[in-house]
């Protein structure tokens, strides 16, 4: 998206807003059901917030919910101590040991399902915390995993948190060098992975990547855990083990039956870090507390996803990204829900997989991405309408903005007009859901996120910081702390206060109600405080809901030889939202061809991996700039659309725009 937030098309997707409430037999049964729970939260703010933290058992009770004197680093639950752990597991082996915690379905078909149920699960991730503590990790230790949508992933994250030990997840599909930056940005010294996995039905060689990323890390790296996911299939690839990469269930039996009392955190320390792109070329260390984050993602997770113990819940993003981590794993677990993990892809072995797995596993609830349904809808009814999805009671949607034709498409054939719908906005730094309805409570309507949680002040605002209303386009705000927000940036308060404060705070003051949060995305607000996401205001890309920043995509195109210049910009794409485009310019001692073009689709997925791989890559005699010689990315994203470019006479080379446009269209 570009810096203007009120471009055409986005206008066409509030047009047509119907209006849904939602379905008196959700209503009946719902967590939140009483719509007086936004004036009692505006009302107690910010002790509402203790309704979260009671989700919650603390070892030491909190002093305060909030200490907001030394903004923006807010304490959430200051003085209390608890285990993240412990809250996922140990506190539900009473009454919930036998029932299942996790259902993983695997890949290739279902021969490698697992069902884990609370006891097996607490004993594995006891076991495993052992290992880990006799290879030396302890409280604070770094611990990066690399590791598809295993299992063995939730359990290395819960050691980690029994410990004390934040981990930094690092998505699978990410590159080698993703990984060494990861690892070296984090001093990390110590990384589990996995020898490969399974995608639509081949093996892949995550260890070959691994040992790759491995070579880039500036730092010893003291362990390496190798979880077998093909070997025992017979699928291995053959590598050289180093004597410091361990079997993972070499680790696990050599510690079989072990217990590792909990490690109780202050409610302020930190329980994860997970990398995020922006506007510069280093991604964002974002830091999460342990208590207020946890809190967080239970409460969202009971209100917004009204998530219950004897829920089947089945949530199709990665956990290598922040949905994840707060919806597979941390928020239906401290629940004491059953969460459905999937190794595999939508379409394999084939295009009703999703409603298979629905159907045979009885799910309760589905949270997926609008570039799922996009796909869905362009597979054809005929695959959710041969499976039976009656156990669904409520949907899910998050990542991007939802179109309301996708909408309408989920509602119907997936949810059979019965389960509302629940269209989430937040983002790795939120923590959790910010801006979505209550589905108890709220009316629906296609396309709007809907009002801000309660006790959540997200506000439209334009540059001058005032609100903006009936229906015109700004910024979106965050005007008050949240419990699951962002602690900093790992290492670097400076960079935390220039990401996400300066724009809109006054930076030199020490009261609270001077600091507003930018989340760096544009919006809209409607007569009834329905907010539309529009999109970021920043250089960043989602490529189906997945973050992506253009400098890290063209510093990957500008070290290929022969290239001069590029810029990255994101063009709208019927499946993914948006696509990545590359204009490039070639060095005068080389010439645009197919194989420098490559070399360019070969680089970027070096750096950061397949999901960045560029839609188009256009080579461009120039590229349009300013007189004042900037480069103008929203005239190469209306390019990049085939949309009206408006006037280009102020460009300081106009004549550029024609040639680029042909490049393009012969592409
Ligand atoms: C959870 C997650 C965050 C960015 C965010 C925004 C976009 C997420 C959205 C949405 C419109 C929604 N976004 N949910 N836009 N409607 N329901 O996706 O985190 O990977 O950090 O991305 O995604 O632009 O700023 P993250």
Not at 137 to 154: A, C, F, K, N, R
Not at 222 to 229: A, K, P
Not at 501 to 526: C, I, L, M, N
Request: charged share 25%.
């Amino acid at each position: 998206m570009s810096n203007d937030t009120d471009t055409p098309e986005l206008e066409a997707r509030l047009t047509d807003q119907d209006e849904f409430t939602p379905p008196e037999s959700f209503v009946e049964q719902a967590n939140v059901s009483d719509p007086g729970i936004y004036d009692e939260f505006d009302a107690t703010w910010p002790e509402c917030w203790t309704d979260a933290a009671d989700l919650l058992d603390w070892e030491t009770p909190y002093d305060q919910v909030l200490d907001d004197s030394n903004p923006p680093f807010y304490e959430w639950f200051p003085g209390g101590g608890l285990n993240a752990s412990a809250n996922c597991l140990d506190r539900h082996l009473d009454e919930r040991g036998d029932e299942a915690a996790i259902e993983w379905v695997g890949e290739p078909a279902d021969e490698a399902n697992r069902t884990y149920t609370y006891a097996q699960l607490h004993r594995e991730v006891n076991e495993f915390a052992a290992g880990l503590r006799e290879m030396g990790v302890g409280e604070d230790d770094i611990v990066t995993l690399y590791m598809p949508m295993v299992p063995e992933l939730p359990i290395a994250m819960l050691a980690c948190a029994r410990l004390g030990a934040p981990h930094s997840v690092v998505f699978a599909g990410f590159s080698a060098d993703a990984l060494s930056t990861r690892m070296n940005a984090a001093d990390s010294e110590y990384l589990v992975t996995c020898d490969g996995y399974y995608r639509r039905g081949d093996p892949l060689d995550h260890y070959a990547k691994t040992l790759d990323g491995l070579d880039g890390v500036s730092h010893a790296v003291s362990d390496v855990v190798v979880v077998d996911r093909l070997g025992a299939n017979g699928d291995g690839f053959d590598h050289d083990r180093p004597a410091a990469h361990h079997d993972y269930d070499a680790v696990v039996a050599a510690h079989d039956g072990a217990s590792v009392s909990p490690v109780e955190r202050d409610a302020t320390d930190m329980l994860f870090l997970m990398y995020t792109s922006g506007t510069t070329g280093q991604p964002k260390g974002v830091t999460h507390s342990t208590g207020g984050y946890l809190s967080w993602a239970a409460w969202t997770s009971q209100a917004v996803l009204d998530i219950k113990p004897s829920d089947t819940y089945f949530c199709s993003a990665d956990i290598g990204w922040i949905t994840g981590h707060s919806y597979i794993v941390y928020g239906p677990l401290a629940l004491g829900t059953t969460t459905m993990l999937y190794e595999g892809a939508p379409d394999h072995p084939d295009k009703d997989r999703l409603w298979e797995l629905v159907e045979s596993y009885e799910a309760t609830q589905l949270y997926t991405a609008p570039t799922a349904i996009r796909s869905f809808m362009k597979w054809g009814v005929e695959y959710p309408d041969a499976h039976d999805l009656s156990s669904l009671r409520l949907l899910g949607t998050v990542g991007e903005p939802i179109n309301p034709r996708a909408w309408t498409w989920y509602y119907t054939h997936i949810g059979d007009e019965s389960c509302p719908i629940v269209d989430t906005w937040w983002q790795t730094e939120t923590g959790g859901m910010m801006v979505t309805g209550l589905p108890g409570v709220s009316t629906m309507k296609p396309g709007s996120a809907g009002r801000p949680l309660p006790g959540v002040d997200a506000r439209v605002i334009d540059t001058d910081g005032d609100d903006v209303a009936g229906g015109r386009a700004g910024h979106l705000t965050i005007q008050k702390p949240w419990p699951g927000m962002l602690q900093t940036l790992y290492e670097n308060d400076e960079r935390f206060i220039d990401e996400y404060w300066r724009v809109y705070s006054d930076t030199d003051s020490g009261d609270s109600a001077d600091w507003v949060y930018f989340p760096e995305d544009g919006a809209k607000v409607d007569d009834d405080g329905y907010i539309t996401v529009l999109g970021r205001v920043d250089d960043v890309v989602n490529v189906s809901g997945h973050r992506l920043g253009t400098m890290e995509i063209e510093s990957a195109i500008v070290d290929v030889p022969g290239v001069a210049e590029a810029a990255v910009v994101g063009g709208d794409h019927d499946l993914k939202g948006e696509a990545v485009y590359a204009y490039v310019l070639t060095t005068d001692d080389h010439d645009a061809s197919d194989a420098l073009r490559e070399r360019i689709v070969a680089s970027v997925e070096d750096a950061i991996g397949p999901i960045a791989r560029p839609e188009a890559v256009v080579f461009a005699p120039e590229l349009p700039k300013t007189r004042s010689g900037k480069i103008m990315r929203r005239l190469l994203e209306d390019i990049a659309n085939d949309a009206d470019l408006g006037d280009t006479s102020t460009l300081r080379n106009p004549d550029v725009v024609e040639t680029i446009q042909d490049q393009l269209a012969g592409d």
